[in-house]
């Protein structure tokens, strides 16, 4: 026990540079107090006296805040984030190294009772403040989800999920748009990265729809070059950089 005390303080520490010592951490961190009162709660739960495990986890949210179903699973070195207005439903799992800021909800869509109703959130996850998750999937390892954003479905490995609905944005899908992007002189991400706001979400679109164009162009000059025709005036895109700028100054 002492272990897993000692491991969750490192894992504070090491993520919240406000965190200044183990004591402030004992004494001070409610996500740290919500962790361990979850551990009593669903050894209680587990042991069928289901009575107290949920007396444990209704006095957990009184003293933090935070309300963590006794029947849900907490991994080791999870951190909680203030806390304050967290839910995490009976079903769900969040395991080792996860994150959790203050006002997500890991809730559930359906009313069958013993089935999996609650989302699972797989190694690293970060989930950010004010997100819901809702349903019986899996968010992958490592993936990231934005604040305020609704997510209704699978988020894969090292993906990172933003939006109402969340739209699912891979790291594949972010290396493209930045290197198109550096490639046109402007960088949509130095608005706000992943911002589900509606004009970076157009940028977004037009740097997409640049790099699938551009990747179609060259494919084209590839194949008529091998037929002896010059398209060296026909390779790259031509994008007025400025012409973007002035279109964001643009009340």
Not at 195 to 219: C, F, G, T, Y
Request: glycine share 10%.
């Amino acid at each position: 026990m002492f272990d897993r005390i000692r491991e969750d303080i490192a894992a504070i520490r090491s993520k919240d540079p406000a965190a200044r010592s183990a004591l402030d951490i004992w004494l001070s961190y409610p996500g740290f107090h919500a962790v361990r009162l979850h551990r009593v709660a669903n050894a209680l739960w587990r042991g069928g006296f289901r009575r107290s495990g949920r007396w444990v986890s209704h006095l957990s949210r009184f003293l933090t805040g935070i309300e963590i179903h006794p029947g849900a699973f907490i991994g080791r070195r999870v951190f909680i984030d203030h806390g304050m207005g967290i839910v995490i439903g009976e079903t769900a799992e969040v395991h080792d190294d996860c994150t959790i800021y203050q006002g997500v909800t890991l809730g559930g869509t359906s009313l069958e009772r013993g089935a999996k109703r609650h989302p699972t959130l797989e190694r690293g996850v970060i989930v950010s403040a004010g997100a819901k998750v809702l349903g019986g999937f899996t968010v992958g390892e490592n993936a990231r989800v934005g604040s305020n954003s609704v997510v209704l479905k699978p988020v894969p490995a090292g993906a990172t999920a933003v939006g109402i609905p969340a739209r699912i944005i891979t790291a594949e899908t972010k290396e493209k748009r930045e290197a198109t992007a550096q490639k046109i002189g402007f960088s949509a991400y130095g608005i706000s990265a992943d911002l589900d706001d509606p004009l970076v979400q157009a940028i977004h679109k037009l740097l997409d729809h640049s790099a699938e164009l551009d990747a179609r162009l060259n494919n084209i000059c590839a194949a008529l070059e091998k037929q002896g025709v010059d398209c060296s005036k026909l390779r790259g895109p031509n994008v007025d950089a400025s012409a973007i700028d002035k279109l964001l100054d643009a009340d």
